[in-house]
């Protein structure tokens, strides 16, 4: 399949590869149409959230959406000594939003968070609305590997006291070994 796409690849992962096709939309082409269903219906119930990037056409296995420009978190904050009260609140808002707006997987790995002109956009929603997960694992090992998980929950702490009483009420697993933070 591979071959027969000419366009820019962006970025490839576990459901699919996402191409660029023109300056403002990129496609994703799924090799199950079942991850393309689950994606679909995420996309297309949330095109009213800013952080949800705006979906022009779908298929049985693809989803034609828009093309987001900027870095993605991870890349920038591996730039940054401090981890900014603005990027924290940005990000309570997306997951603090997933939750009221019916998500079961409540989290924002840094590399599908995107740094736009219009604000963060996260991507790859595949699991959604099927994996039940209430606290962000991934996003606290990622800002861990960046040294800021620390200073992300302190943050939380003084913004959104009940939201860090209910990440933290148990032990945060933060890898395989199961190395925990108290």
């Keep these: 399949m591979d071959s027969a796409i000419t366009q820019t690849l962006i970025g490839k992962g576990h459901q699919g590869a996402v191409y660029r096709v023109s300056e403002d939309k990129c496609v994703k082409i799924y090799g199950k149409t079942e991850h393309a269903n689950q994606e679909k219906k995420v996309l297309l ?17 693809y989803i034609l959406m828009e093309y987001l420009i900027g870095p993605d978190l991870n890349t920038f904050l591996k730039k940054q000594s401090v981890l900014s009260e603005d990027i924290t609140r940005r990000l309570l808002y997306i997951l603090k939003t997933m939750e009221k707006s019916g998500f079961k997987q409540i989290d924002a790995p840094l590399r599908h968070i995107i740094i736009t ?45 009940d939201t860090y009483a209910e990440w933290t009420k148990t032990p945060i697993p933060l890898d395989e070994n199961d190395n925990t933070l108290v």
């Design 45 to 61: 119930s949330s095109q009213d959230l800013s952080f949800i990037p705006k979906v022009f056409e779908t298929g049985p296995n």
């Design 117 to 161: 002109t219009n604000g963060f956009k996260l991507v790859d929603h595949v699991y959604s609305f099927s994996r039940e997960q209430k606290r962000p694992l991934e996003l606290f090992k990622d800002l861990r590997k960046r040294n800021f998980l620390d200073s992300f929950l302190e943050q939380v702490q003084a913004i959104d006291p």
